[in-house]
């Protein structure tokens, strides 16, 4: 029984996390989340993809310390895509929604965080505990005190405290809050919208976000205007670019082909 499922819905990939009882991640469900990440990366074909977790109860605790205390290293090898299969894939230029369907704790918040927007179920709940562990939740440290506010990042890392959906709603955390029964059909449905849409400019937004994280203001502007970023490049010689000018010319609904 494989503990990754995947699912093709057209331009839509779902990665379904299914490892009872909780979709704790170790090395070998790593590598191949990371493959599954990687293709969906390099597939002309498809535009938008799904992670969720399987069951009611477990998005994903993180890493798993049973395989851990079996002889699974922490710092062994992950996969392509380092812990998850995402946070550390280069080049991910397309759309991730994280359907958060439970728990999602540690490296499990770690890996929604990689995510471009998330999506919980009124039942999720929420924490980063390995301060309790005495070990540090490091992609945490990085992302949570850019996506909200400093003093709350600190105390959620500090403390190691749950908190529930309505709270990471509030803080910004998750975009929507979705009763549990209706989770996937939500995210399907905003798949879909990003489906339909111009995937080289996603590929240009994503670049220009990661490129102009640490930079200043200026010098990312320069280096869009330069066309020194590929997507960027790439989206301003491309068809759809003119395609774009002409459906707004022509008063109609423009036809993506990404290229």
């Given amino acids: ?4 499922k995947t699912e093709r819905d057209g331009a839509i990939l779902t990665v379904t996390l299914d490892r009872p009882k909780a979709n704790a991640i170790d090395l070998v469900t790593s590598r191949i989340m990371g493959d ?32 851990a205390a079996d002889g699974d290293a922490v710092d062994g090898d992950y996969g392509v895509g380092g812990f998850g299969g995402l946070q550390e894939l280069r ?18 918040l770690e890996l929604a965080l990689s995510a471009d927007m998330i999506l919980a ?25 850019k996506r909200i506010p400093y003093h709350v990042a600190m105390e959620l890392l500090l403390t190691g405290r749950w908190f529930d ?18 989770l996937m059909e939500r995210a399907r449905a905003l798949a879909e919208v990003l489906a339909s849409g111009p995937p ?11 490129d102009a994280e640490d930079s200043k203001f200026q010098d990312a502007m320069n280096r869009i205007t330069r066309r020194q ?11 759809d ?9 022509e008063k109609r609904d423009p036809v993506w082909k990404g290229r």
């Fill in 1 to 4: 029984m494989t503990p990754v």
């Fill in 36 to 67: 599954a990440f990687r293709d969906f990366r390099d597939d002309p074909d498809l535009r938008v993809a799904i992670l969720t977790g399987a069951g009611e109860k477990f998005f994903c605790p993180g890493w798993d310390l049973k395989a």
């Fill in 91 to 108: 080049g991910m230029n397309k759309p991730v929604i994280a359907a958060v369907n439970g728990i999602a704790c540690g490296g499990g």
């Fill in 121 to 145: 179920a009124d039942h999720a709940t929420f924490a980063l505990p390995e301060i309790r562990s005495g070990t540090v939740a490091d992609a945490a440290s990085v992302k949570l005190p």
């Fill in 165 to 182: 959906a309505e709270e990471a709603h509030r803080w910004g955390l998750v975009n929507e809050i979705v009763p549990a029964a209706r």
């Fill in 200 to 210: 080289l400019v996603y590929a240009a937004i994503k670049e220009i976000v990661r």
């Fill in 229 to 239: 970023l590929a997507s960027v490049d790439t989206l301003y010689a491309s068809e």
């Fill in 241 to 249: 670019q003119l395609e774009g000018a002409r459906a707004f010319a």
